[in-house]
């Protein structure tokens, strides 16, 4: 069974172009809204992400829109505990796809990762 995990140096999340989200105003509160369009920079990316490295710079402070916790997406996309494995996995491939393409060295790299 496909288990989901983050990958390092891939960074597809940390794209946070507003134009290919155009639902955050459903699952982001005011502030949390506020915070999200404060983050994006230079070609939708987030100014904590570390292009050199793709890692976050940020990361143990991150915000709550950017962590993979069963009560937090329970809370912000109503996903049952037991359902976060396989969400994570097709939301991950979808962001990845929409990154750096469906044949990409990081693509391969999660489908490897998590089992696919």
Do not use: H
Not at 72 to 89: H, K, R, S, V
């Amino acid at each position: 069974m496909a288990t989901w995990q983050c990958v390092k140096q891939c960074g597809a999340c940390c794209n946070l172009d507003p134009a290919e989200r155009p639902d955050l105003e459903q699952y982001l509160s005011p502030a949390e809204l506020e915070l999200y369009f404060s983050m994006v920079g230079e070609g939708g990316w987030c100014v904590n992400l570390d292009r050199t490295t793709r890692e976050c710079r940020i990361y143990d402070n991150r915000p709550r829109f950017c962590r993979v916790d069963p009560k937090i997406f329970q809370d912000m996309y109503g996903i049952e505990p037991e359902e976060l494995n396989d969400f994570a996995i097709d939301c991950c491939r979808q962001q990845i796809e929409g990154v750096y393409g469906d044949r990409s060295l990081e693509m391969l790299r999660f489908d490897r990762s998590v089992g696919l």
